[in-house]
């Protein structure tokens, strides 16, 4: 019998074909004997793990798991995220069984708060009390109703009714003095006018200060109360510094130029709109929106102050003196200030909601310097906007608000000659 050929008679052919044949057998070795995960070597069973077991069975664990676990699970790594996603869930758990836990659940980021304390479900928008009387405004004219309107938002008794404050200031979906309701519900704060963050876990604080605070203490954290109050302070500040500068500038052009009409005229309207601005200012309190006519009235000032500036100027080009520099100084001091006066009732004529900078996620020339300049303009102007009565832009047409706010300012002012007058005749009597 012929003796097997040896390795050597065999062909190129025969020679690839079985290298080909062992390469496939080693590789379908590795393939089927080695896990998809490198094994655990502290582990007994190196397959005791959901990724070893069909995927049929996979979902069906996964579907018979609660919310929290399986944001849990979704949180151990990217194939199981990618593999529970997020239509999978809204399956799975939109059984009535589960609505109470999804009670705690973001709708926008699926996340899961079972305490609820980073959850808010915001109230209707037409359903936001007066921050002095405490009723609802529901009619479109602007009238007072003691009956709660449907609101506009699911209840918090529902699932996937909630929103996480993250997403919340995100989106712009919170106004600043708003209310809206946390803790599961069961409990209704403001959003901070200062920051736009609901002001939560702050009861005593809003108690200490009813009393020493012109607003409702619960409408600032106390942290943002105590930067409103150091703004509050150097705004006035600075009005006094302003009107300082403006007096004394008129005082040395009426004093060093009282044989030009061309500067003597111009400063007097000037001073005397300044005077109407003030009172304005004074009397429009927290409900009339005056920011257009004071906008037009600084801006009238600063168009006054460029006759008065040409004259200064062509006099200095004349001769040199002393008290004529020190005016063109103040009136130049005096138009900028004007200036910024016109650009800050500007915005807060567009209602620019100043805590835009406090949100997450906005790029970072925005939040370290576009809304932070423009923040500054209407801590300069008027610091107190923050105060205003109206909730949050677009809640109510500005013509119906205006006239709902002077028919109020009105209806105070009788009532306080009436009291007055009552007390005075009690008096006399």
Known sequence: MAPPPTPASLDASQREASSVEKRSEKHSEITTTVPIFPPNPYRRNQYASLLFLPMELQFLIYSN?????????????????????????????????????????????MRYDPVGRRLVWPLAHRGQPDPVTGRIVVQEDGSDDEETPPPNYP????????????????????????????????????????????????????????????????????????????????????????????????????????????????????????????????VRGREIRTYHVVGTLE?????????????????????????????????????????????GNFILFLEYDVTRHHAPDIPPLRKHFLNPLIAGLVFWTSPTALENMWI????????????????????????????YGNAHGNAVA
């Open 65 to 109: 798991l609660k919310y929290g676990d399986l944001q849990k699970l979704r949180a151990t790594t990217r194939y199981f995220r990618q593999l529970i996603s997020l239509d999978f869930i809204r399956i799975c758990l939109g059984s009535p069984a589960t609505d109470a836990e999804l009670r705690f659940v973001c709708r926008s980021c």
């Open 155 to 282: 209840g918090p008794g529902l699932p996937f009714s909630a929103i996480c404050s993250d997403c919340a200031v995100r989106a712009r979906q919170l106004s600043p003095g708003e209310y809206v309701l946390m803790d599961g519900g069961e409990r209704k704060v403001r959003v901070c006018r200062w920051c736009g963050w609901p002001c939560h876990g702050h009861e005593d604080w809003g108690r200490n200060m009813e009393d020493s605070w012109p607003r409702n203490g619960w409408e600032l954290h106390p942290r943002c109360a105590l930067a409103y109050q150091m703004v509050i302070i150097g705004y006035y500040v600075l009005v006094c510094i302003r009107s300082g500068i403006a007096l004394v500038t008129y005082i040395l052009l009426w004093r060093i130029f009282a044989d030009e009409q061309l500067v003597v005229i111009p400063s007097v309207l000037g001073f005397l709109l300044m005077g109407i601005i003030l009172g304005i200012i004074y």
């Open 299 to 343: 801006f009238s000032v600063l168009a006054l102050g460029i006759p008065p500036l040409v004259v200064v100027i062509r006099t200095i080009e004349k001769e040199y003196d002393a008290g004529v520099i020190a005016a063109e100084i103040l009136l130049i001091s005096h138009l900028i200030i004007r200036l910024i006066n016109v650009l």
């Open 392 to 419: 949050g832009k677009g809640k109510h047409k500005k013509g119906k608000s205006f006239r709902r706010g002077v028919k109020r300012f009105w209806e105070h002012a009788k009532k306080s000659i009436v009291d």
